[in-house]
């Protein structure tokens, strides 16, 4: 898909292929849909990007994307807010709000340590993690970070640093002390024991847990 | 994904997920990484958009999409100008100028004929089609649409128009006639008989052409 018999067509199938994911082919498609569409769709399509570089804010408390500067959950009053979960991405605020079983705060990394790609612990918001621990007079941080060795890397970096923060503070009342624990991992609800990979399995087995009835 | 923290942040990806075969989940990877990226970069993804669709014509004469009233190969006088091969779509006039095997015109016909998805032969460029025979003095025309069955019917329908149109004309000059083909259909160059599907191969047996070295 070299020729194209239009610029214009040309430049729109390039800057939809910038996107990750979207290949020539595909943008191609796309662009002609939109071309098949009535004018206001794709005014109303444009627009839409447009409000939402110039308008979106990144929550100024744990840096969820959000219409203002604090987001409704860091200002929600109905939520536990002396629990924070760490996340990587905007994505993982929402997968895990949609579980509906945490009912405490975020805070969202904006990725996580990855020497291969460049990314080290002052690329991540870190710092401003271990900033809200005493203000907010924070119980408990949540590790809610992938399962891989980048994910791990940075759970470890962060308990470390949280973990010196809270030893380096002068001690007020004993009982004061920060729990942090990370996510349950395991074979997933529903798959057969025989198709989950060696290495889940086994630490599925090393960190048993308590059968409660 | 039903709670997303920012009302701007939903719009932009309603709207990229009502592109074909974009679901909510890349629609708002796709927002967030537009997100990341500088405002001019932005800008120039919406501008695109917005002057393709306000500036793009689509050729007067064989409906291809074009930033002129008439397309470059509709105007050129280096192509054969008495051919035409009719196709569905944008998409395949570029694959076949990719091939570099075709040098005539084109004729694009917005689609084929679909009774299931409520399209008839009056909502296809057939006529126009039909209307270039005369004026533009054409000697063959070559049907390069789909082998579906959907093709096939437009194949037929475009036949017997070309045809019935042809013996209505007052016969000028006996040798003046028009040729109707077909683009070949059959194995895929590269592929193993065995993979093939029977129909295919079936066919590919009762069309063979006469080996010449």
Not at 88 to 117: A, K, R, W
């Amino acid at each position: 898909m070299n020729t194209y018999p239009s610029i214009l067509l040309s430049k729109a199938v390039d800057q939809f292929a910038s996107l990750p994911g979207i290949g020539r082919k595909t943008a191609l498609r796309l662009v002609l849909h939109l071309l098949r569409q009535p004018q206001k769709d794709v005014e109303a399509f444009t627009d839409a990007l447009s409000s939402l570089k110039q308008d979106v804010h990144y929550c100024r408390i744990c840096h969820t994307v959000s219409d203002e500067e604090i987001c409704p959950i860091c200002n929600s009053h109905s939520r536990d807010r002396h629990t924070i979960c760490v996340v990587e991405n905007v994505q993982d605020v929402m997968s895990i709000e949609n579980t509906g079983q945490f009912h405490g705060l975020y805070h969202v990394l904006g990725g996580v340590i990855s020497p291969m790609d460049g990314v080290g612990p002052s690329d991540l918001e870190i710092d401003s993690l271990v900033e809200r621990i005493v203000p907010e007079k924070i119980k408990e941080v949540i590790l809610a970070l992938p399962t891989t060795m980048e994910g791990d890397t940075t759970n470890f970096y962060i308990y470390k640093r949280l973990h010196n923060f809270i030893n380096a503070l002068p001690v007020e009342g004993e009982e004061e002390c920060l729990k942090i624990s990370q996510i349950a991992r395991g074979v997933a609800i529903g798959n057969e024991l025989e198709y989950t990979d060696e290495i889940t399995l086994g630490r599925s087995i090393v960190n048993r847990i308590e059968f409660k009835i």
